[in-house]
């Protein structure tokens, strides 16, 4: 074997080596850095399509248009800002149990054709607190939708908290807050290996002199 073939078969295997080393670069830094796109993505999508103020009286309630972009259990809620107490039994005794204030209110979640999707009531007294759970429904995303409210009795005091009637999915946002620590290590250990292998690579692509 001349000096000239030995040469050209070092640098051809160099060349082999070069290419194997650059696409293992490629696909650790890709498998690093997938899952950490992929969370943003998610956490890009609405899971709140629904806030807007209410107020307590007797009387039916229509939500505006919303559309929500994941298919999952949606759950409505009536949230207060402000933290609220149930009217005491003795006003002179700050301590005593206050009395629940009575609530009772269908409702129903409709899409454009007016067909419906899921309905409920929820009845029960509010004893205070600055969220109440009115219940939960399941359908698909890209579905235009509203809420109906029918409250069956006025609610005494409760407007000046500022009602808010929400409908959301925290579910997701809550396991991405998790998540998102884990897939940035992750990210750095993978990607930060890939770029290791990926200048290696690219090291011996070089002409030697």
Known sequence: MTKSDH???????????????????????????????????????????????LTLARGQTTSPWFTP??????????????????????PDKPDARARPIPLSIDWKIVDDRDALIAQGTFADGLMGGNEVHLGSYTTRRGVRQRIILDVHNDVQGENDAHPTLKIEDSGPALDDSYAFPVFLGWAAIFGGSGLIVLLIGLLKRAPQI
């Open 7 to 53: 040469t050209e078969k070092v640098t051809g295997q160099r060349s082999v080596w070069s290419r194997l080393l650059l696409v293992a670069g490629v696909v650790l830094i890709l498998v690093g850095v997938a899952p950490t796109l992929l969370l943003i993505w998610d956490g890009s999508r609405n899971y709140y399509p629904l806030s807007m103020p």
């Open 69 to 90: 972009d994941v298919n999952d259990t949606w759950q409505i809620f009536l949230f207060w800002p402000h933290f609220i107490l149930g009217p005491q039994v003795d």
